[in-house]
Nanobody, 120 residues
Framework: QVQLVESGGGLVQAGGSLRLSCAAS????????MGWYRQAPGKQRELVAF???????IYADSVKGRFTISRDNAKNTVYLQMNSLKPDDTAVYYC??????????????WGQGTQVTVSS
């Protein structure tokens, strides 16, 4: 049983920064990958970044060089540092935890989402 709670979203001007947090609780023994998705109005949910045990982080091309995913195991929290934000980054951001990348969407655990709005 895993529970995820996101926070840190808000309204920011283009070029600004936000840091999202995902606090996890429950049994994390089977969790091998954690990541961030986002969904903008009228668009499908897309994978933004993820990190897994034994590998470095992977980013979508649209955010590479601007976003950084990190994990604090002591605090059981995953972060998404978002810099140089663009209006196209506006979306609801969701934290996800799963056993593998292929199970993230269908069988992974989801947070409630946090709204990020970037003004131009």
């Amino acid at each position: 049983q895993v529970q995820l709670v996101e926070s840190g979203g808000g309204l920011v001007q283009a070029g600004g920064s936000l840091r999202l947090s995902c606090a996890a609780s429950g049994s994390m023994f089977s969790i091998n990958i954690m990541g961030w998705y986002r969904q903008a109005p009228g668009k499908q949910r897309e994978l933004v970044a993820f990190t897994s045990r034994g590998t470095g982080p992977i980013y979508a091309d649209s955010v590479k060089g601007r976003f950084t995913i990190s994990r604090d195991n002591a605090k059981n929290t995953v972060y998404l540092q978002m810099n140089s934000l663009k209006p196209d980054d506006t979306a609801v951001y969701y934290c996800n935890a799963a056993t593998s990348i292929v199970t993230m969407r269908a069988a992974g655990y989801w947070g409630q989402g946090t709204q990020v709005t970037v003004s131009s």
